[in-house]
């Protein structure tokens, strides 16, 4: 045994997956804030984020 811990290796790829899916949640929020701002009514148009939908 090299003394590592199962648990400890799911937590950090855990904590990757959630930061990946912390900087699409935040991109989508730009998109759709900015969106918003200048007055348009579909964020798919505007948006740089069709092909996450």
Same mark, same amino acid.
Do not use: P
């Given at each position: 045994m090299s003394g590592h811990s199962k648990w400890a290796t799911i937590k950090h790829k855990e904590v990757a997956a959630d930061v990946k899916r912390g900087q699409m949640v935040t991109k989508l929020i730009k998109d759709i804030s900015i969106a918003a701002c200048m007055g348009a009514g579909d964020i *798919?148009?505007?948006?740089?984020? *069709?092909s996450l939908f």
């Amino acid at each position: 045994m090299s003394g590592h811990s199962k648990w400890a290796t799911i937590k950090h790829k855990e904590v990757a997956a959630d930061v990946k899916r912390g900087q699409m949640v935040t991109k989508l929020i730009k998109d759709i804030s900015i969106a918003a701002c200048m007055g348009a009514g579909d964020i *798919e148009r505007t948006s740089g984020s *069709e092909s996450l939908f």
